[in-house]
């Protein structure tokens, strides 16, 4: 999520449940960070480990392969994903010998003792197609994630799923959650990467953000989303689709099932999603307040760790990976103020707000 189009997000962890997704099985939820750098203040890649640990973080999500950072994970029970650069894809795709490359200097340098289980390629690649860089970007997506998949197989590394991050900037409708579809102009991209994903098993890794959809309501002085809803208050209020006749309780239940709504249409029904950023700011435009930032974070965690797993109306009881953005502010983000508030931590590793990740010492 590193210099992205879209502000992103936070929260402060204390410990949680993990399970390793080996093969294609489907495991119990965790809770994950994405611990974006792009600051001048942060704390050092090791004090930035030795914060994951204390906290007990099951998973963290890099925006790049970083060396130093991949070595310090080494023999840490925390699984790891990591990110191919946006400028990285064309070369892998038309070179297989260059995704050997980044898969031996990037994984097989580090795995297994670096606990890497997803391979991320590109950074919401779809967000941007004005250019015929960007264009190209896109039509190279998916042979790069070939190309880097059938390196690891040849390796015989068959626990490292391997997709790409979008943002909700791909969907033209998302509103009834039936009406769920992509833009017309990136579908002929859409067709061949839900092909590859389903045959593979992996996920569907969706950028969402129920903030931006309640705020762009706010500044365009439309009511339609109230704040209880966006915060994820399930049982203010409720939605019921007209068309499925499904009850929805919040604004990300809603967003996501638009995603499964869309990709039914191109007849993929059943492909697994990812939430690979979620979060809400804690400082910035409207709404953006600690108490916020909190209350969403600890809603999102109690529905994304219920036992047994909620998923959505559309996918009852489906596992649903989930990154909250990010471990730090980043001051170094461009953008309004709020790009640069979605921390969970200060840069002396002190909490923004309080987050209960295990949710112990509650009673509902």
């Known amino acids: 999520m590193e210099n992205k189009k879209f502000p992103k997000m936070a929260f402060v962890l204390l410990s949680f449940l993990y399970l390793i997704p080996f093969s294609g099985a489907v495991v119990p939820n965790a809770i994950g960070i994405g611990y974006g750098r792009l600051g001048d203040n942060l704390p ?5 480990i030795e914060l994951l640990q204390s906290m007990n973080v099951g998973r963290v999500k890099l925006y790049d392969a970083d060396h130093e950072i991949l070595n310090l994970l080494s023999g840490k029970n925390i699984d790891v994903a990591i990110t191919v650069a946006n400028d990285e894809i064309s070369g892998i795709a038309a070179n297989q010998h260059l995704a050997d490359q980044w898969v031996y ?18 950074h919401e690649v ?18 790069a994630i070939r190309r880097i998949k059938n390196t690891l197989k040849a390796q015989g590394i068959r626990n490292i799923k391997v997709g790409t991050p979008l943002a ?6 998302t509103f009834p959650p039936s009406n769920g579809s992509f833009k017309p102009e990136i579908r002929e ?3 061949p990467l839900l092909k590859y994903i389903n045959g593979t098993k992996s996920y569907f890794f969706v950028d969402v953000y129920p903030y931006f959809a309640w705020f762009e309501g706010q500044v365009m002085n439309q009511t339609g989303i109230s704040l209880d809803f966006a915060l994820l208050r399930s049982g203010n209020e409720t939605y019921t689709d007209p068309q499925t006749g499904l009850v929805y309780t919040n604004l990300l239940d ?15 029904d059943d492909v697994m999603l990812a939430v690979s950023e979620t979060g809400w700011p804690h400082e910035g435009e409207s709404g953006a307040t600690r108490e916020n930032a909190a209350e969403y974070n ?13 998923g959505t109306p559309a996918r009852p009881g489906e596992v649903i990976p989930t990154y909250i953005f990010s471990l730090y502010d980043e001051d170094q983000k461009y953008g309004p103020a709020t790009e640069r508030h979605w921390g969970l931590l200060n840069p002396d590793g ?6 209960n990740i295990t949710r112990k010492g509650t009673s509902d």
């Open 168 to 173: 909700m900037d791909m969907m033209e409708m």
């Open 44 to 48: 050092s890649p090791a004090r930035s």
């Open 105 to 122: 200097e990037h994984v097989l340098a580090h795995y297994p003792k670096t606990r890497i289980r997803f391979v991320l390629v590109g």
């Open 254 to 268: 809603q967003m996501l099932d638009s995603v499964v709504y869309a990709m039914a249409k191109l007849g993929y």
């Open 298 to 310: 600890n809603n999102l965690i109690r529905k994304m760790v219920t036992v047994p797993n909620a």
């Open 189 to 191: 991209f859409m067709v």
């Open 350 to 355: 002190s909490p923004v707000y309080q987050v």
């Open 126 to 143: 779809f967000s941007s197609l004005s250019t015929d860089q960007d264009m190209q970007i896109a039509r190279d997506l998916v042979p």
